[in-house]
């Protein structure tokens, strides 16, 4: 067991979608997520968080976003469409976190409220200053990070074992 390797969960919620007469799983992103996407990798990029992978909902708003946001970063990170992260719910995130192999360092997941933020509540058994509450107040919009940083293996993450370190909201 690795119990000292220092590993980052970074939370992405895709950017804001549109309401087009099509399924919900194919709805394209709007304007305003298009430019908000972008920015949001520029935050990690500057915040020095590079993830070793990245899995992503399979939802075309998901997918959209993340072909936005990853050219922001120093390095692409291998990257999974992963169909359970799509309507995913807090306990089946957390098992996919589990499954993650131990070689990747830093893992992000492109996802979806309201499953995003209860991951990241959940994980968070302490915060850096006024992190939680900035993330808990605005309800975690569209193009949120939160970062949160832990020790140990992936199949040991569970409810309060990480402690959130940053958040990032487009919106004020």
């Not at 690795?2 to 939370?11: A, G, H, Y």
């Not at 990070?145 to 993450?157: C, E, I, N």
Request: hydrophobic fraction near 40%; charged fraction near 25%; glycine fraction near 8%.
């Amino acid at each position: 067991m690795s119990v000292d390797v220092p590993r980052r969960i970074v939370l992405l919620r895709h950017a804001k979608a549109d309401w087009p007469q099509v399924p919900d799983h194919e709805r394209p992103l709007a304007e305003r997520g298009r430019k908000d996407a972008p920015v949001a990798g520029r935050w990690l990029a500057g915040a020095g968080v590079s993830p070793d992978l990245t899995l992503c909902s399979t939802a075309a708003r998901a997918r959209e976003t993340w072909k936005l946001f990853a050219p922001e970063l120093p390095e692409r990170p291998k990257t999974v469409y992963d169909e359970r992260l799509y309507e995913a719910t807090l306990g089946e995130l957390i098992a996919v976190i589990n499954g993650t192999d131990d070689a990747v360092k830093d893992l992000m997941l492109v996802g979806h409220n309201p499953a995003v933020h209860a991951l990241a509540d959940a994980l968070a058994g302490e915060s850096d200053g006024d992190t939680r509450e900035r993330m808990n107040r605005g309800g975690y919009p569209t193009s949120s990070l939160a970062v949160l940083s832990l020790s140990g293996d992936w199949k040991a993450v569970e409810h309060g074992s990480a402690r959130l370190v940053a958040f990032w909201s487009p919106q004020p």
